[in-house]
């Protein structure tokens, strides 16, 4: 049974840094694509951020270049998503998901295994 547990939100105020991580087990994610999505009050869940498991290739969303980064630690079979400068608009429940195939976009089409979520809320 594939679990996908995120941990590392929490409240932090606007220009600072948080760390998400997603503790990923029940199979061999090789060949997976793993991916960090958001989900505002009021608002629709968005892509955030995804990356290649077998070799680390990763792509992001606007909203999120040049202030987060998702990574993997295949050892630990962890993604994280390092958020740096953040603003109050980045305020979301954040999900970790995967699904097999290419690295594709940000469709949410065919990811399989989604996580319960971490809140971040970012005070002004």
């Known amino acids: 049974q594939v679990q996908l547990v995120e941990s590392g939100g929490g409240l932090v105020q606007a220009g600072g840094s948080l760390r998400l991580s997603c503790a990923a087990s029940?199979?061999?994610?090789?060949?997976?694509?793993m991916a960090w999505f958001r989900q505002a009050p009021g608002k629709e869940r968005e892509f955030v951020a995804a990356?290649?498991?077998?070799?680390?290739?990763?792509y992001h969303a606007d909203s999120a270049k040049g202030r987060f980064t998702i990574s993997r630690d295949n050892a630990k079979n962890t993604v994280y998503l390092q958020m740096n400068s953040l603003k109050p608009e980045d305020t979301a429940v954040y999900y970790c998901?995967?699904?097999?195939?290419?690295?594709?976009?940000?469709?949410?089409?065919?990811?399989?295994?989604w996580g319960q979520g971490t809140q971040v809320t970012v005070s002004s």
């Open positions: 998901a995967a699904r097999f195939g290419p690295l594709g976009g940000a469709a949410e089409d065919g990811y399989a295994y």
């Open positions: 029940g199979r061999t994610f090789s060949g997976y694509v």
């Open positions: 990356i290649r498991w077998n070799d680390g290739r990763t």
